[in-house]
């Protein structure tokens, strides 16, 4: 698959999406948006496709919104902010964490604004020393959005993530480690080879089982105990009758690694 602004490459049951204008610190555009919406898509649609790995290309992660490209936003005939990201980001987030297959994310620099939600919408991040975390928005009058004030607080904690949101200061990657925003940092030379390794590992694993562990994650935070123990029953009885499963405790007797084919 050919994109403007982003890279779509398969390898094995990995897919690998590289967020693609290095010279602009991989900025936000609606082309970009629209792109990642629909890899995301294919993702989902593509039952060959069991991981996806999520990276910038250049020195930078994500810094957000593309600020030059925002000027346009607003303008007569143009949609207004509020239209751009229920457009563009929200239904991105959405497919991101409905997605039933674990993204793992390898930031390789600064991660700010709509670029620092795109990580925190994947299911692992895997940060280079050189990464950095910036809540970006009220720097410039904003609130957070895309997810952000849904995700940072759950990741590391309310009184952390008024800190960020509020001031604005740029966290380095292994203050991000220390606060739980990030599951480990490596050096930038080992930093894709890791993530890969992290991937593919996730491609060769029970997917069926992941995609319902993904979604129940999910419904927890926001519904009782009782509705989450209804959903983690009703979940159990479909992977019970998955074909992971029984591939899980056949392999389990056998005394041998189990090799899953994500149904
Ligand atoms: O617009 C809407 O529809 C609302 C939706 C908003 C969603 C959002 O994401 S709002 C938040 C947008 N992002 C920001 O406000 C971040 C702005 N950038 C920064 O704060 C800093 O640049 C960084 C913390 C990301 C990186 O700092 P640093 O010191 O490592 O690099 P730098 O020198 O500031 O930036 C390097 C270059 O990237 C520079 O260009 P130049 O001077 O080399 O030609 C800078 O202008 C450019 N750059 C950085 N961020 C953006 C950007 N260009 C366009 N858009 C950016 N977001």
């Not at 993204?103 to 990464?131: F, P, Q, T, W, Y």
């Not at 989450?228 to 389990?252: I, N, P, V, Y």
Request: charged fraction near 20%; charge should be negative; include cysteine.
């Amino acid at each position: 698959m050919s994109y403007e602004s982003i890279l779509y490459e398969q390898s094995d049951h990995v897919l690998r999406i590289t967020l693609n204008r290095p010279d602009k610190l991989n900025a936000l555009t609606e082309t970009m948006l629209q792109e990642l919406q629909h890899a995301f898509a294919a993702a989902a649609a593509d039952r060959g496709m069991r991981a996806v790995l999520l990276t910038g290309s250049g020195k930078g992660f994500c810094p957000g919104q593309d600020l030059a490209n925002a000027q346009e936003i607003g303008q007569p005939g143009k949609p207004g902010y509020g239209e751009h990201i229920r457009r563009n980001y929200n239904p991105l987030i959405l497919a991101m964490t409905k997605l039933p297959k674990p993204i793992v994310a390898a930031i390789n620099g600064v991660a700010a604004g709509s670029g620092m939600s795109l990580a925190m919408a994947c299911d692992l991040r895997i940060a280079s020393e050189k990464a950095s975390f910036v809540q970006a928005f009220v720097n410039i009058g904003l609130v957070p959005d895309s997810g952000s004030t849904w995700f940072l607080p759950r990741l590391i904690g309310q009184q952390r993530a008024a800190e960020m949101m509020l001031t604005g200061r740029k966290l380095s990657a292994s203050e991000a480690l220390e606060w739980g925003l990030v599951n480990q940092v490596v050096s930038p030379e080992l930093l894709l080879d890791e993530a890969t390794k992290i991937a593919e590992r996730y491609a060769s694993a029970p997917t069926f089982a992941i995609g319902r562990l993904k979604r129940n994650i999910d419904y927890a935070a926001s519904h009782s105990l009782e509705e989450t123990l209804a959903l983690e029953a009703a979940s159990q009885a479909e992977c019970g009758a998955s074909a992971d499963h029984q591939e899980g405790m056949r392999a389990f007797m056998e005394k041998r690694t189990p090799v899953y084919q994500g149904e």
